[in-house]
Every structure is written in structure tokens, then in C-alpha cells.
């Protein structure tokens, strides 16, 4: 791992992003939209930085706002690597998802479509709203020609996306892969269908309060735009060029649940198998992860369980703590953020609070670096998400 | 009362830097969309579009093709 970039609700960087993370700042405020009056959700985690302060008029235009993120993103990621255009393109791959991909750009063009008539449908409506978007847009701007793929999970998108990313590498398709998800719906349709399914949060009344994982007043979670981008690259090929390695993706471990659309499994069963498959691949024991960067939402019914598969899986000892209460769910974009944050956390020691748990749930059973920011050294830590359809991925990073 | 070419090129010129991001110093009639302006065939479609709706002309899909350069799209304008 020798580049990150990201842009969330916290901060157009990493930099700004890992600074507001580890000093509990929330992300989400309320919906300032016209549109959002009518909705039962007015909240939600918006970006920091809004892409058009960054790319240029044109560029924006022909791009959906996911893909727009994805690029600032991978953008931020590569120069941090202090990759150059004399790679070997035909070595450079990219896997970039997202969970839902441009709705927006659908439902904009649906109405000029019916306000005004097909002629004036945008010519880049197909390249904007297909979910190959990111990673073809991030693809195209780095010449890759190892092979560009877009997986589609749901919320466990980018930490598919690191895992593929990783294969790659291993499979010797790849010396470097530009890796990550991006996530940009706070749009009325998305919004809705969320709420109808009663996942998000409600307590538009208090917004920074609104995330809060594991509390026992948790009642869903928050969405949140955003993404991030890292890239993966050959530790040999890193060396050859003396390039900063923040930490080694050791394991990874993708399963499928095979039990509903959209419950999670009550004993975290396919997820605790993607975690023992992170760590067998990695060759670690569990004992040696001190930390893991949860999926945990904010739900009333899916933070439990996984929790459940962490103390089964790791056991007790382990520190945990859950992002989203700040940056609300970034959705596809959630794995790569979150992993970025557990990487960020092995290599300054510092495990980012958990904010909004003022009442523990009794079935947590796990230490929570709750409200505050824990230093603690670590040598390994997992980052885990999971997606609607049934989706589990865990990764897990050691130092460097 | 009809524009003259210059009020045209002005016009479209205005447009290809909406749309394409073309820089309005670049725009004269001797340039290819596609050679000079890096107007590729996506662009062109919106190029279009906004043209008609600015000039009050109808460029059909078939016409397009024929329109070139800068100059080949202000004179089909021009003849409205």
C-alpha cells in the first residue's frame, strides 16, 4: 500500500479526514435541498469539499458525481505514491466500485427527458450512469491496461475492490492497482427507498447526534458521499523505488451469506468466515489483530451480530470502533474509507473514537475506543463491510 | 434581422467553451472540430443541440457529418 487519497464528509483528503476522524468531529448536517421537505430523512453526511472546486468546468459536466469523486480520490492516491506516467501501463490495473453507481444521472436525465424531449438527453448519460463508471473514468485517466474492474456489492463495494485488487497483485496480472470505491446519492429517489426500508437514521433534530453505532438509541444509520482510493502495489516493485509503504494488505477474505436480501445473518456466520479466510491467508493469529474498523452502521439490528462474529472470530481483546458515527455510511465507498482509516491507525498509532456511544448496548460485549481517541500500537488491524445481497468482506493490514 | 457570421462564430464560440471547454482565442473558421478543437463526437451532440436552441436552426443528424470546421457550421447557420 504506497498511495491514499479520499474525499468525505470531513475533509477533501486524507489529511483533513484522518485529523477530523481522530478528533470526533461528525461529518452529517441537515439536508439544505428544497426537495428534502417532503422526505422523513432531512439528514445526511455531504462532502466537505464539493468536487467543483477541484476539477475543472468541463470535466464535471460529463461526469456523475460518483465518478467525479472516484477521481479525486485516485487522483490524491497516485500522486501520493509518487507514481509517474513512465509505469508500465500494461502493469497498472484498477478496480474502483460503487454500491449504486450514477442514480443521480438517471434520474436528472429522466426528467429533461420528459420535461424537454430525448434531443436533449446529455450524450454522456450512458458512460455517467453506469456502474463501470469510476473505474473506467479512473481508468482512463491513468492509462491502465492491465485490466479496469468495477465490483458491485453494495456497502461491501471497496473492500471488495482492495481484495480484487490484491488478487492481481498475486496473480501477476498487476505490479500496481489503483483500488477503491466511490458514493454519491443524497438524491430524493435514494433517500426515500432507504427510508422505506426504515434503515436510516430519523432524528433530523440533532444531526451530529444522528450516527451512533452501538448506542442503545441507535435507530439507523446516516448516509454519507464520499470515497476513497488506494493504491496496492508489489512490495518488490515498491522497494525497487523506494517508495513509502504505509502498510501490507496481508489478508483478505470474501464470503456470501446465502440468508436474506438485506438482513444480516443474526450470528455474523459468513462474515466471521471472511475473517477467519483474512486471517489464514495473512498467516497471523487472531490474537495479533488489536484493532478492527467495523462495519457497524448504526442500525438497530445489524450492529449485534457482527460484534457477535468479531469476539467469536478475534476474541475479546480486540479494540474496536465504528467511522460511520462521523462520517455517516459512505456506502460503496465505506470499505475504502474505512480501510484508509485502519492503515492510518497502524501507522500513527491511534485508534479514531467511536462519537455518539454514550450508552453501550449490553450485547456489545467488546471494548469500544468510545467518544475518544485510543493510542494504542498496533501491529495488524481488520477492516470488515458488509452489503445488502448478502455480502462479506474482511481485510486485514500489518505494518509495513 | 439576421446575425452576421461574426455574431455566429461569437455565438458557437461561446458555446464550445460551455460545452467543450474550447478556448474562444482557439475558435476561427479554418478549424476542425475534431483535429483542432478536440471536440470529439459526444461533444459535438451537445455542440449541436445548444446550437439549435441559440440560433433557432434545425442541423439534422445527416447534416452534421458535413460540418466540419468552424466555418462549414457558422455558414450552415448562417443560411438558417
New interface residues.
Given amino acids: 500500500m504506497t498511495g491514499l487519497g479520499a474525499t468525505t464528509p470531513l475533509g477533501g483528503d486524507v489529511a483533513s479526514t484522518w485529523e477530523a476522524l481522530t478528533a470526533g468531529r461528525s461529518g452529517v448536517s441537515p439536508i439544505t435541498k428544497d426537495w428534502a421537505e417532503q422526505l422523513p430523512v432531512r439528514i445526511a453526511a455531504q462532502l466537505a469539499v464539493e468536487p467543483a472546486e477541484v476539477l475543472?468546468?468541463?470535466r464535471l459536466?460529463r461526469l456523475d458525481r460518483s465518478e467525479q469523486i472516484a477521481l479525486i480520490a485516485a487522483q490524491q492516491a497516485w500522486d501520493d505514491a509518487g507514481l509517474s506516467d513512465d509505469l508500465d501501463k500494461e502493469r497498472l490495473g484498477v478496480v474502483f466500485g460503487s454500491g449504486i453507481g450514477g442514480a443521480t444521472t438517471l434520474l436528472d436525465q429522466d426528467d429533461i427527458l420528459e420535461q424537454k424531449g430525448a434531443?436533449?438527453v446529455?450524450?454522456?448519460t450512458v458512460p455517467m450512469l453506469m456502474p463501470n463508471g469510476p473505474a473506467a473514468v479512473v481508468g482512463l485517466e491513468f492509462g491502465a491496461q492491465a485490466g479496469v474492474h468495477a465490483p458491485t456489492s453494495a456497502c461491501a463495494t471497496s473492500a471488495e475492490a482492495i481484495s480484487w485488487a490484491a488478487d492481481m497483485i498475486r496473480a501477476g496480472r498487476a505490479d500496481v492497482v489503483i483500488a477503491g470505491g466511490a458514493e454519491a446519492v443524497i438524491a430524493p429517489l435514494p433517500i426515500a427507498g432507504f427510508a422505506s426500508m426504515k434503515a436510516l437514521s430519523t432524528r433530523n433534530d440533532d444531526p451530529t447526534r444522528a450516527s451512533r453505532p452501538w448506542d442503545v438509541d441507535r435507530d439507523g444509520f446516516v448516509m454519507g458521499e464520499g470515497g476513497g482510493s488506494l493504491v496496492l502495489e508489489r512490495r518488490d516493485h515498491a522497494e525497487a523505488r523506494g517508495a513509502r509503504i504505509y502498510a501490507v494488505v496481508a489478508g483478505a477474505g470474501l464470503t456470501s451469506d446465502g440468508y436474506d436480501i438485506v438482513q444480516p445473518h443474526p450470528d455474523c456466520a459468513g462474515g466471521g468466515r471472511a475473517m477467519q479466510l483474512a486471517l489464514k491467508q495473512a498467516g497471523i493469529d487472531a490474537s495479533e489483530v488489536g484493532h478492527v474498523n467495523a462495519h457497524a452502521t448504526s442500525t438497530p439490528t445489524g450492529d449485534i451480530p457482527e460484534t457477535r462474529g468479531i469476539k467469536r472470530v478475534l476474541g475479546d481483546s480486540v479494540v474496536l470502533t465504528a467511522t460511520k458515527s462521523m462520517t455517516g455510511h459512505l456506502l460503496g465507498g465505506a470499505g475504502a474509507v474505512e480501510s484508509i482509516a485502519s492503515i492510518m491507525a497502524i501507522v500513527d498509532g491511534i485508534i479514531p473514537p467511536t462519537i455518539n456511544l454514550d450508552t453501550p448496548d449490553p450485547l456489545l460485549e467488546l471494548d469500544v475506543a468510545a467518544n475518544e481517541a485510543r493510542k494504542v500500537e498496533l501491529n495488524a488491524a481488520m477492516n470488515t463491510a458488509f452489503g445488502f445481497g448478502g455480502h462479506n468482506a474482511a481485510l486485514l493490514f500489518t505494518r509495513a | 434581422m439576421a446575425l452576421s457570421r461574426d455574431e455566429i462564430r461569437e455565438g458557437l464560440s461561446d458555446i464550445l467553451e460551455e460545452?467543450?471547454?474550447v478556448n474562444p482565442d482557439d475558435v476561427a473558421d479554418g478549424k476542425s472540430f475534431t483535429d483542432d478543437l478536440d471536440v470529439d463526437s459526444?461533444?459535438m451532440?451537445?455542440v449541436v443541440?445548444a446550437a439549435e436552441e441559440k440560433f433557432g436552426v434545425k442541423i439534422p443528424d445527416d447534416e452534421v457529418a458535413n460540418l466540419k470546421t468552424v466555418g462549414d457550421a457558422v455558414s450552415y447557420i448562417e443560411k438558417g
Fill in positions: 475543472p468546468r468541463v459536466r434531443r436533449l446529455s450524450p454522456f | 460545452v467543450a471547454g459526444l461533444a451532440v451537445e443541440v
